[in-house]
Nanobody, 119 residues
Framework: QVQLVESGGGLVQPGESLRLSCVAS????????MGWYRQAPGKQRELVAI???????NYADSVKGRFTISRDNFKNTVYLQMNSLKPEDTAVYYC?????????????WGQGTQVTVSS
């Protein structure tokens, strides 16, 4: 069974940092593109960052220079280091895995972890 489990969310003040983790099981992790998405209240889910199986990385313009995505293929884990957090970063952050053996078009999703940035 495919499972993605996010952790690391929480409540922080503007300018502070958080590190999100997503542990994947049930897939050949190293062959999958991993991504972080977020959904703020009343808004559509949006891409935050992706990292491919070859370690190619793309970021949303809104987080470029502040967030860093990375992966550890030995731990089946993808990370999102979030620095200089802003209130507009407040959202539920979801981990996504998509690759050659995905059984659904959009890949697999974790349950999400809440990030709240507020003073």
């Amino acid at each position: 069974q495919v499972q993605l489990v996010e952790s690391g969310g929480g409540l922080v003040q503007p300018g502070e940092s958080l590190r999100l983790s997503c542990v994947a099981s049930g897939i050949i992790f190293s062959s999958y593109t991993m991504g972080w998405y977020r959904q703020a209240p009343g808004k559509q889910r949006e891409l935050v960052a992706i990292i491919t199986s070859l370690a190619q990385i793309n970021y949303a313009d809104s987080v470029k220079g502040r967030f860093t995505i990375s992966r550890d293929n030995f731990k089946n884990t993808v990370y999102l280091q979030m620095n200089s957090l802003k209130p507009e970063d407040t959202a539920v952050y979801y981990c996504n895995a998509n690759g050659p053996t995905s059984r659904v078009r959009e890949g697999y999703w974790g349950q999400g972890t809440q990030v709240t940035v507020s003073s």
